[in-house]
T-cell receptor
């Protein structure tokens, strides 16, 4: 069965600290997709990144970087030099290729990041 | 280009009433999804529509229903509202099949009193 675990419920950091949000997934499918979304207090889920199971290359986008490791079934998200505007709930999600018959996205329970000035 | 739009932003209903929430997907997207985000319960998958057909539904009672129109917009109906239906309802859209990036709207806050 597919499952996404975000073990960190809440993280608090001070501005300019680096922070890593952990995501561990379970799937029996060989083709799957992993996502990260950000949910600010307004409620909208903002898409951050999509990665397919055949692409283990890490990605960097500005202060954001993602580390995908199939060997440990992890897709971790690091924010470098955090800012107050990064305060939000971050969700990791999984979609299986055979999801044509299943749910579209399975979400982890989210990690609430609070960045103080 | 417009993103996923939802209406209304906020809705207050009385227990036992019906609520209707509406969603317009991103232009070109044929798949529409509905998720419920209740306090403390995370994001729960409700319904998935594509090309006007219901493709799958989550573990919700039949009083949660919806439809997708020929222009791919969608509405979610919740009948016989219960207090625990109070939640943020998020609509999302994507190209078919799943695996493509799913984009979310700002959500509709439903409060049942």
């Amino acid at each position: 069965a597919q499952k996404v675990t975000q073990a960190q419920t809440e993280i608090s950091v001070v501005e300019k600290e680096d922070v890593t949000l952990d995501c561990v997934y379970e799937t029996r499918d060989t083709t799957y997709y992993l996502f990260w979304y950000k949910q600010p207090p307004s409620g909208e889920l903002v898409f951050l990144i999509r990665r397919n199971s055949f692409d283990e290359q890490n990605e960097i986008s500005g202060r954001y970087s993602w580390n995908f490791q199939k060997s440990t079934s992890s897709f971790n998200f690091t924010i470098t030099a955090s800012q107050v505007v990064d305060s939000a709930v971050y969700f990791c999600a999984l979609s299986e290729a055979r999801s044509q018959a299943g749910t579209a996205l399975i979400f982890g329970k989210g990690t609430t990041l609070s960045v103080s000035s | 280009e417009a993103g996923v739009t939802q209406s209304p932003t906020h809705l207050i209903k009385t227990r036992g009433q019906q609520a209707t929430l509406r969603c317009s997907p991103i232009s070109g997207h044929t798949s529409v999804y509905w998720y419920q985000q209740a306090l403390g319960l995370g994001l729960q998958f409700l319904l998935w529509y594509d090309e006007g057909e219901e493709r799958n539904r989550g573990n919700f009672p039949p009083r949660f229903s919806g439809r997708q129109f020929p222009n791919y917009s969608s509405e979610l109906n919740v009948n016989a509202l219960e207090l625990e239906d109070s939640a943020l309802y998020l609509c999302a859209s994507s190209l078919y099949p799943p695996g493509n990036t799913i984009y979310f709207g700002e959500g509709s806050w439903l409060t049942v009193v």
